[in-house]
């Protein structure tokens, strides 16, 4: 997988959550709504691994609703 196009995803995500902290969506969602394609469109692929990435990282947390996997800014405990 192209390590610079998951990097390029993973810093368009963080500047979406910095403008909307509260935003939250699916892996679907994200790659089609959030992220903007200028040089083409990746696959959804590169989208999971830029959010597996911040996850791994705790800048993010998937949570189950219903059947559907929705990614958002991780909660932390204050």
């Known amino acids: 997988m192209d390590e610079q196009a998951i990097e390029q995803v993973v810093q368009q995500i963080r500047a979406y959550l910095a403008a909307r902290p509260q935003a939250?969506?699916?892996l679907e969602g994200i790659h089609h709504w959030w992220i903007n394609w200028a040089?083409?469109?990746e696959s959804p692929e590169?989208?999971?691994?830029a959010l597996e990435r911040l996850?791994?990282?705790g800048e993010l947390e998937a949570r189950t609703v219903g059947r559907r996997t929705v990614w958002?800014?991780?909660v932390?405990?204050?």
């Open 39 to 41: 040089g083409g469109e």
């Open 55 to 57: 996850a791994a990282g």
């Open 72 to 74: 958002r800014r991780a």
């Open 76 to 78: 932390t405990a204050t």
């Open 24 to 26: 939250a969506d699916t």
């Open 46 to 49: 590169v989208t999971l691994a």
